[in-house]
């Protein structure tokens, strides 16, 4: 009788534990924000699927994507070399002036959000009246979108920026690296 009793609660254990776990993956499965089997949206095609963009406009959103990558790439490459140079000052490497290459570190960051800035009225420039509208009710959401993801991994001791070469590469739109955020996911 005790060994029915022990495997009967045994069966119901094995049941409870099959059911959690059935119940685990549909929460994983089935998590608001996952598309294409698993895939977020990227910020790119959340503003052609809300703004309903056309062939043509998707072409042209498609050349300002690429034109703001180009510049962004190039103003977070000119971020790390001054990043990199000012915590090259802490062992002495240098003798360049930290307050300079703070100074330097802000305009380009000030150059950064104003690009991604610029970068958002030409793409309203290519929307109609109506997909104006609608572009000035989700360019919170695009930009919420832009930088849901993580940064790049720390550096291996820690501390300071990380070493060339490490870290994803800064591409994509919106507010890169700076004081308060990581880099923006890629949109592709």
């Given at each position: 009788?005790?060994?029915?009793?022990?495997?009967?609660?045994?069966?119901?254990?094995?049941?409870?534990?099959?059911?959690?776990?059935?119940?685990?993956?549909?929460?994983?499965?089935l998590?608001?924000?996952?598309?294409?089997?698993?895939?977020?949206?990227?910020?790119?095609?959340?503003?052609?699927?809300n703004?309903q963009?056309?062939?043509?406009?998707?072409?042209d959103?498609?050349?300002?994507?690429?034109?703001?990558r180009?510049?962004?790439?190039?103003?977070?490459?000119?971020?790390?070399?001054?990043?990199?140079?000012?915590f090259?000052?802490?062992?002495?490497?240098?003798?360049?002036n930290?307050?300079s290459?703070?100074?330097?570190?802000?305009?380009?960051?000030?150059?950064?959000?104003?690009?991604?800035?610029?970068?958002?009225?030409?793409?309203?420039?290519?929307?109609?009246?109506?997909?104006k509208?609608?572009?000035?009710?989700?360019?919170?959401?695009?930009?919420?979108?832009?930088?849901?993801?993580?940064?790049?991994?720390?550096?291996?001791d820690?501390?300071g920026?990380p070493?060339?070469?490490?870290?994803?590469?800064?591409?994509?739109?919106?507010?890169?690296?700076?004081?308060?955020?990581?880099?923006?996911?890629?949109?592709?």
């Amino acid at each position: 009788m005790a060994a029915q009793t022990s495997t009967r609660i045994w069966q119901w254990a094995a049941i409870l534990l099959l059911l959690c776990n059935i119940g685990l993956i549909l929460t994983i499965w089935l998590k608001p924000g996952r598309q294409d089997h698993g895939r977020r949206e990227t910020p790119r095609d959340f503003v052609i699927r809300n703004l309903q963009f056309t062939d043509k406009q998707v072409a042209d959103y498609d050349l300002l994507i690429k034109d703001h990558r180009a510049a962004m790439n190039r103003l977070h490459k000119d971020n790390m070399g001054y990043r990199q140079t000012l915590f090259a000052t802490l062992s002495g490497k240098t003798t360049t002036n930290a307050d300079s290459l703070g100074q330097l570190i802000a305009k380009n960051q000030q150059d950064i959000e104003l690009v991604t800035y610029k970068h958002f009225m030409q793409v309203r420039t290519l929307c109609t009246d109506e997909q104006k509208a609608k572009f000035d009710e989700i360019i919170g959401e695009v930009i919420k979108k832009m930088n849901g993801h993580g940064g790049p991994p720390p550096p291996p001791d820690g501390h300071g920026p990380p070493p060339d070469g490490q870290g994803p590469p800064p591409d994509g739109e919106g507010p890169p690296e700076g004081r308060d955020g990581p880099p923006p996911p890629d949109e592709h």
